[in-house]
């Protein structure tokens, strides 16, 4: 081991000079006090800093050394710290102040620590006088300032500069950005128009044909209950009264439809959303799916598929109206003896709830606009039907932030799925 020949251990008494000396000739203030808050050591430099002699000082309170203000907070905090002692720099923040003997203050910073002999906790801090360093700042910050006030001069100047060039050319823009307006609003108008005059076609084309269709229905079995008077015509009117009931229902649908629309267009929709439990949601989707049995066609069957985990976030009136809506196009697209498979459950934080059938199916050309208003496709032009359902859902949707989506292969079936984002409620 490597020895250091011209090293001496000290003993304990160089050790205690060492640290006087350490203590009596640092460059900052040391003060040390005791639980009471008395000072019971005082360096050379705090003598220096703050015009007392060590004599002086010796047994007063701290708060001597600090602005007559501060002394009441100053108590507060200094019994708090001698409860929980800890190394700590004081002043984050805000500005600390000293008090010299003539009443003078300075600006300071201070850091607290603290030691323990023989069980009784003393506190030292370390006073370092910053008045040179604040004053700098100052300097500083003044500079600042005043550069700021050059730039911003010399910004508004240029900024006046600009502006009479700008004014130069402005009557010329102001002209090209009114024509340019008003081409716009003409070719607005005109896509309005024309837009305007192909739903009057298409709604007078299904009206004319959705609506005649049940009322002649209607017309034709009422006529032959008339005639249906013996006993074993029974059969008979309950089947015309069955039809006749069917027509009503199928105008009932069509004019909820058309009413549906126009609040939604019109912006009197607005989403009612609530936290629905799992159990409540089963039973609400089991109800509806039972008063929707009355639509299915001879063999015709729903199967229904609960998997939701916890409570849902929806519009409880808006998911009603879109299990009637896609349940009832299941029913009117599918053949006797056909399937229509719902589900429900959660996924990536959407509920998600789904129909699916093996009805007809719509082809890729006419997917693409199944969610317009009045839309048929093209093999479904012999079906009754508004052509608004599916417009509406996606509607709906819109106004609970979620979306839909459609798959379908014709003469295969569809699948139309809606997505409410669970965000919110979590």
């Not at 205690?16 to 639980?35: E, M, P, S, Y």
């Not at 002043?91 to 620590?113: C, I, M, Y």
């Not at 909820?256 to 607005?270: I, M, N, Q, R, Y």
């Not at 439990?277 to 001879?298: P, Q, V």
Request: one cysteine or more.
């Amino acid at each position: 081991m490597y020895k250091n020949e011209n090293y001496f251990p000290l003993n304990n008494i160089d050790n205690i000079h060492q640290f006087k000396a350490l203590f009596d000739f640092a460059t900052i203030g040391i003060i040390v006090t005791d639980k009471h808050g008395l000072i019971i050591n005082f360096n050379k430099y705090a003598e220096t800093q703050f015009g007392f002699s060590k004599d002086e000082i010796i047994g007063k309170v701290v708060d001597v050394l600090l602005p007559t203000s501060a002394h009441a907070r100053h108590v507060q905090y200094r019994e708090q710290y001698y409860k929980h002692p800890e190394p700590r720099i004081m002043g984050h923040g805000r500005d600390l102040f000293a008090q010299n003997k003539d009443g003078s203050t300075f600006p300071v910073e201070v850091s607290l620590s603290h030691y323990e002999i023989k069980e009784q906790t003393f506190v030292i801090a370390f006073v370092i006088d910053i008045t040179v360093r604040k004053s700098h700042e100052a300097k500083a910050m003044e500079q600042t300032y005043e550069l700021e006030r050059v730039t911003a001069e010399i910004k508004s100047m240029n900024q006046e500069l600009e502006q009479k060039v700008e004014d130069r050319t402005k009557m010329l823009r102001e002209a090209l950005t009114e024509l340019e307006k008003s081409k716009e609003e003409l070719n607005l108008a005109f896509e309005n128009e024309k837009e305007l005059s192909e739903l009057k076609s298409r709604f007078s084309t299904m009206a004319s044909h959705e609506f005649r269709t049940p009322l002649s229905t209607i017309l034709s079995s009422a006529f032959l209950l008339e005639r249906y008077n013996q006993p074993s015509a029974d059969g008979k009117v309950e089947k015309h009264i069955h039809r006749i009931k069917g027509a009503v229902e199928g105008m009932k649908n069509m004019l909820e439809d058309f009413l549906s629309l126009g609040k939604l267009e019109e912006g009197l929709v607005k989403a009612n959303m609530e936290l629905i439990g799992t159990s409540s949601l089963n039973a609400i989707l089991k109800e509806l799916l039972e008063e929707l049995d009355g639509l299915l066609k001879d063999g015709q069957r729903i199967e229904f598929t609960f998997l939701v985990n916890k409570a849902v976030w929806i519009d409880r009136h808006f998911l009603k109206n879109i299990v009637i809506n896609l349940v009832s196009n299941s029913i009117k697209f599918t053949d006797e003896s056909g399937v229509i498979k719902i589900s429900s459950t959660i996924d990536n934080n959407d509920f998600i709830l789904s129909v699916e059938d093996n009805g007809i199916g719509i082809s890729e050309e006419d997917q693409q606009h199944s969610f317009e208003r009045f839309f048929r496709a093209k093999n479904a032009s012999n079906i009754e039907g508004t052509g608004l359902g599916l417009h509406i859902v996606s509607k709906y949707c819109e106004l609970m932030q979620g979306s839909v989506k459609m798959k379908s292969t014709l003469d295969h079936g569809t699948t139309v799925s809606i997505y409410i984002p669970q965000l919110t409620a979590e």
